[in-house]
């Protein structure tokens, strides 16, 4: 009796032949590619490269620079705030260090910063939506650090500068995987709970791209787990937290040119707040909610590249810009839950990607931009499956894992993915899933230093502002590692705490506030000619009309 499953028939016809090849595949990999078989792979596929998607920014600080089309049209746009109704007489919350985020990196720099002697009370993290609602919780795979014998941080760093195509800035990866190994030690002794041998030992695997196995993970929860943690740890220590409270703007001293706050937004009771900070930490998190390209994304719903705005506003340097990462394995169906992800460490252990005829075309762990080509190169030359909605897809073979690891492999260290498939009638114990790259990370972004000051084009610090994560650049070049950006967040959330703790006790005047910077900023969108009802941050995605930001934008 066959199966019923979540598939059309006509695509359940389909499986026979991924059943049929499994036996041969079993005993095969598919080779590695060399480093300009990569490269060739990437330029002729990989969205970042598709002709059209992109422009030259024509305002602000980085005037020429080309990045995505839905990237300039953010920055192209006017200040959600009216410069001359907003009245900063009256300060709402004055603080020490004001973090703006809800995720991963937000709360280990708040972390950090009590750690480093700030009192919790004049530190405020201001949150989009809930504290915790961000892509840190929808990180499934793992977190990288080089500490077993046979691995060292030299490793990762070679690593990691291959998988960016070496347009990595150096001395942030040297800080990434240097203190790679403390911070996991950092998050177990809060309570993290990595998977572990029955003896104790961590267990560790393989990501894309890495040359030993050096992923920690926590099942496919890894994400949710480091978060769950560290924001408990927050709570605890006593740090005020604003819920549904988004930054629209930056608030700068008109003396020192530094930033010195910003203003918030209630989206529930449509408030303005005035926070006044000495030092101000953007972690915002990344851009998945613009849809670059047209395509889905596996990003929560606030990712909508706030902080970029903000902080090219105030004359922050942006770089690799022009590049994001597609995750190779988005669901291509069931279309309930079309673009979320299908974590790396399916692949990691032991599932294929295999075409319409059941053949291998790929090597699961290349890095990820060499494998979502090669996935769209598939489906572009005939080799996919197209499903009823018109999306294409080609099989990942799931049930391989099992074959090869032993049954209960995929209930015990994938009961993310088997929850997600078995709500929509499919098993992926028994069932390959279709898949296709989706948007998934913000490669480049603000340029920071090691010490996660933002920096200028010309390299001068801006005084007073730092920032950490995604919302960040430099760190992973023009493509990230599996496992890097847990990592990143919790190496640069920690330095960027650290350091907001000793400009704070270097300050003892407290910063002037204004809006001074959007003056000469507004003055360059008057010359363009931008319409007045575009406007930026967007804060939320608006999904009513085919593309919003061609149309009028409702802010708030």
Known sequence: MSIQTGYPHEIRKLIKVVEETRPDRLKMRYRRLSLGEREELVRKWHPDYKPGTKR????????????????????????????????????????????????????????????????PENILIATKLRFGDANTVKAQGGIQAADRPVDSPVLHYLDTMGG????NKPELVKALVTDAPFIIKWLEGLGVMFDKTGEGEMVEYSGGGACRRRLHCAKDYTGLEIMRVIKDEVLNRGVRVLEFTPAIELLTDPDSGGVSGAVLWNIETCEYYIVRSKVTILATGGFGRLHLAGFPTTNHYGATADGIVMAYR???????????????TGVAWPEAIRGELITEKCRSLGAQLVNVHGELFIYELEPRDVVASAIIRECAEGRG???????????????????VRGPGTIKKNLPAMYRQFIRHGIDITVEPVLTYPTLHYQNGG????????????SGEPIPGLLA?????????????LMGNSLLDITVFG?????????????????????????????????????????????????????????????VL
């Open 56 to 119: 030259a920014l024509r305002i602000g600080s980085c005037k020429g620079t080309i990045v995505y089309n839905e990237v300039a049209d953010l920055l192209e746009s006017w200040p959600a705030v009216d410069i001359d109704s907003i009245d900063l007489s009256s300060i709402d919350y004055d603080v020490d260090i004001l973090v703006i985020g809800g995720g991963g990196a937000a709360a280990s720099a708040a972390l950090w910063a009590v750690y480093s002697g700030v009192d």
């Open 468 to 480: 950490a994560g995604e919302v960040t650049g430099g760190v992973h070049g023009r493509n990230r």
């Open 164 to 167: 960016g195509h070496f347009a």
């Open 314 to 328: 105030v004359g922050a340097n942006l770089r690799d810009m022009d590049t994001a990462q597609y995750h190779p």
């Open 494 to 554: 920690r330095r960027a705490g650290l350091t907001a703790a000793k400009l704070v006790k270097e300050t003892s005047v407290k910063p002037k506030i204004s809006l001074g910077h959007l003056r000469k900023y507004t003055m360059e969108l008057e010359k363009l000619g931008v319409p007045k009802t575009r406007k930026s941050p967007i804060v939320l995605p608006d999904y009513r009309g085919e593309r919003v930001l061609l149309k009028s934008i409702k």
């Open 385 to 403: 499956i197209v499903t009823p909605t018109g999306a294409c897809g080609v099989w990942l073979d799931l049930p391989m894992i099992d074959e």
């Open 446 to 457: 603000i340029e920071i230093d090691v010490y996660t000051r933002v920096l200028k084009p």
